[in-house]
């Protein structure tokens, strides 16, 4: 491109389509190498605090690369700076936490994303990122089996993809008290919701954000209801707290059941949580009972794992991450409810500037309506991509292979005597850890435990990470490790050469 400096303006550096066509090539590349040497990398970073920033300069440069040859400097620094500091998510060993998978038809879909550009807020600022998301939310929907009243194509029901589980959660509440308020409740009511002891932090943070909570420690208008002998939240328990803050004058407006926790992978009975919330009234009075699936949901395209959302047609909003074990790189929430028009009416605000025929006319969705934020991107482009590439029977198979590997590592665990499953697998998460010891203290134990983990993950072979699961039947918290095995290139060996490092830790 040629840069005329006439009428006073200056040249503006910008890559040429043909220095972009090489440059990205060479991108596309290095990444494509990246994905093939994954393996010879340590999985958790090595590095010590502000070593990465050490080797930043402090300031910003003031003259640019200069066009293509320059950006040799970048990827140099991409080998020198960057991986050095990275926690290699995509590693086949990395069984932390839980996979958050990239795919080559996601990060296609993405980088098509920033190259469009477009931003999709209302209908009308592009038509295809609106209907395309419904499309693709509805064939999620249904690969999913969830029920027909969160189709797009239902009177009041619809996807849409949010950010991150979180904000699904924060929406859902906000929607949650703004049903409510519509039932009579006054807008100064005493708002509480409620979700297990083992909810994700994020239930605790929309709670704050939504100004339900008045701090992180409120118990009073944020209730963690204690969970049985496999963490799933006790129904009973949650009737008596809601009957306790009715009597009190209260006003129980949200519940979040979780479909596969982040600690342990424990299913709260949904079906039970609903009947709870009718038999109190709080469903009669608008009270609306959000399913939080951020991981276990990717797991519902096989028919065998259907039973996990018994009840989940009796939810007013069901969500979970393509991000986390459906091979859609972050962020990529899949979030639906069968009652948009609460939705709406919490977050819809149209200035003048986005007045147009096409929403006035009520045709069309303009999803900013769906979310906190106005702008977004086209992230549909990756989940069309991922579903056309893979399709359904490509997915099952993703999510079958991770099942079965961890059946077979949950049994060498159970198989040996100086380990124990410390809570029966759940899906592709095994929890365990090193029985005690004839004699041992509980803090002995997890002390064992804890020098078990540190040594495994730095061998930099694999890495894993823990939880504290909490006291049952007297005994006391137990400190354990999680097996998360889902990422998008794990394989048989990789499973097999992690059992063979921690047995060989474990002495
Ligand atoms: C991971 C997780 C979340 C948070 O997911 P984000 O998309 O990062 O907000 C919420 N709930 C559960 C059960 C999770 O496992």
Partial sequence: MSHDARDGDEAVPHLSPDEFRKLGHKMVDWIADYWSRLDSFPVRSQVPPG???????????????????????????????????LTHWQSPSFFAYFP????????????????????????????????????????????????????STSATGGGVIQGTASEATLVAMVAARERVRGHGAPANSQWVAYSSTQAHSSVLKAAMLCGVARSASDTVHVRQIETDAHFALRPD??????????????????????????????????RAVAAVLERTGVTASGGWLHVDAAWAGAALVCPEHRALLDGVELSDSFAFNPHKWLLTNF????????????????????????????????????YRDWQVPLGRRFRALKLWFVLRHYGARGLRAHIR???????????????DARFEVAVPRSLALVCFR??????????????????????????????????????????PPRYVLRMAIGGTYTEARHVRAAWEALSAAAG
Avoid at 62 to 83: I, N, Q, S, T
Avoid at 401 to 415: M, T
Avoid at 436 to 457: I, K, Q, S, W
């Fill in 331 to 366: 962020d990529c929430n899949a979030f639906y409810t069968r009652d948009k028009r609460a939705l709406l009416d919490a977050l819809s605000v149209t200035p003048e500037y986005l007045r147009n025929a096409a929403s006035a006319s009520g045709a069309v969705i303009d």
């Fill in 401 to 415: 292979n991770h099942v079965r590997l961890a059946e077979h590592f949950e049994s060498q665990v159970s198989g």
């Fill in 100 to 151: 958050a998978n990239a795919s080559g038809p996601a990060v296609l879909g993405e980088l098509l994303s920033a190259g469009l550009g477009v931003q999709g807020m209302l209908w009308s600022t592009s038509p295809a990122a609106t209907e395309m998301e419904t499309r693709v939310l509805d064939w999620l929907a249904e690969l999913t089996a969830l029920p027909a009243s969160f189709l």
């Fill in 51 to 85: 070593s990465v920033a050490a080797k930043l300069p402090v300031h910003p440069p003031e003259e640019g690369l200069g066009g293509e040859p320059g950006w040799d400097a970048v990827f140099r620094d991409l080998e020198d700076v960057v991986l050095p500091g």
């Fill in 434 to 475: 090193l029985e005690p010891l004839a004699g041992e203290t509980p803090e002995a134990t997890d002390a064992r435990n804890r020098a078990l983990l540190d040594t495994v993950n730095a061998t930099g072979k694999l890495f894993l990470t823990h939880t504290v699961l909490p006291a049952v039947d007297g005994g």
């Fill in 237 to 270: 328990a949650l009737e008596r707290a809601i009957r306790e803050d009715l009597a009190a004058g209260r006003r129980p407006f949200f519940v979040c059941a979780s479909v596969g926790t982040t600690s342990s992978g424990a299913i709260d009975p949904v």
